[in-house]
């Protein structure tokens, strides 16, 4: 008798992945699980969400925390990297300009659901990254706005921000991100045209740090809209 064919297919081989490649594998994913989850639970739940074992996850980030930091590093430092100091410094453009071209890519990186929700969870469970982010974008971005505001309007440049400059700043800042947490994590109606909505609020920042801080001198007007037809 003839003996029947096997019916079982070979398991297709899974490609083998470096270790760099692993570590990127594991941040993904421990980055989706983050923003789904939160931070509860520990690095064992962790592993079996990442299908790998416990010892092969403690190989590459010996404890959680190691993990969040890599997370915090990818998803919130390195989109940082993208040449926006200099854009922001650029004294040969307009302020207005500079900064709506950096809101516009400020918000292209911030405005996901995952972003927003790490973010949120990492709050409200007193963990750094919220800490961490808040002192980048302090020193790094709106520092900056803030001695180019000041450059803008024939003010000293130089000397730290004072604290109501940096309340006036973080309170645009915010309204900005607010936007986007209204849209992608209370799903609610917000002005779809991001741009302007930029648009909108660069203007009231710039009117009102010109009107207390500048004492009205640099004469700041409602920048045009472009409409598309």
């Known amino acids: 008798m003839r003996k029947k064919a096997s019916t079982k297919r070979a398991r297709p081989k899974q ?10 594998e594991f941040v993904a994913k421990a980055t989706e699980f983050f923003a789904e989850e939160g931070f509860g639970g520990g690095t064992r739940d962790l592993a079996r969400r990442l299908g790998v074992t416990q010892p092969l996850l403690y190989r590459y980030f010996p404890s959680k925390d190691d993990l969040i930091k890599e997370v915090y590093r990818t998803v919130y430092l390195e989109p940082l990297d993208t040449g926006w ?7 040969s453009r307009p302020l207005r300009d500079r900064l709506q071209e950096f809101y516009r890519g400020y918000t292209n990186v911030i405005f996901k659901r995952k972003w927003m929700r790490i973010y949120l969870y990492s709050g409200l469970k007193g963990l ?7 002192g980048v974008v302090r020193e790094q971005i709106l520092t900056r706005i803030i001695k180019e505001c000041r450059h803008e309007m024939g003010l000293s440049a130089q000397g730290k921000p004072t604290a109501p ?6 309170v645009f800042h915010s309204g900005i991100f607010y936007h986007g947490v209204r849209k992608y994590i209370y799903e609610s109606l917000v002005l779809e045209d991001k741009e302007q909505m930029i648009s909108d609020a660069l203007d009231a920042f710039l009117a009102g740090y010109d009107r207390v801080f500048g004492r009205g001198r640099a004469g700041f007007v409602r920048a045009p809209v472009n409409v598309a037809g």
């Open 15 to 24: 490609k083998r992945l470096s270790p760099d490649e692993r570590r990127k």
């Open 85 to 91: 100091e200099k854009l922001l410094t650029d004294r």
């Open 128 to 134: 750094d990254i919220n800490r961490w982010y808040v």
């Open 165 to 170: 400059e940096l309340e006036l700043a973080w």
